[in-house]
């Protein structure tokens, strides 16, 4: 079995289009650990560490708390047990309310912005 690419830090940030600083917050808080250390000690990550942030990175709009964002990536890393289904299914709820909300303020900032495009036209 080939052994698993590891990116660094730097690169991850690029590819999650998070901040270096961020993914080391999240790493601190415990919400992503590096798979691996290099022999310098620097952070090294693979897809799955990817995945897990990027899941964060959709939350984060959306209001979700850390402690909340941590219960979901443990959820979905046990979704054989029904309290992780459970979880699941109140914090799909949550995002879908989020969403709504995000979408009517979209609606107001696009009004607001033909609102000012018909007034510098006159």
Known sequence: MPARAHLQ????AERTELSVKTIRHYDEVGLVRPSARSAGGFRLYTEDDIDRLLVIRRMKPLGFTLA??????SALDDLSDPSAR???AALHAKAEDS???LRRQLGYAEEFTTLLAERRAR
Not at 68 to 73: Q, T, V, Y
């Open 9 to 12: 830090i730097g690169q991850v």
């Open 68 to 73: 909340e964002m941590g219960e979901l990536l």
């Open 86 to 88: 459970e979880l699941l």
């Open 99 to 101: 969403v709504a909300k």
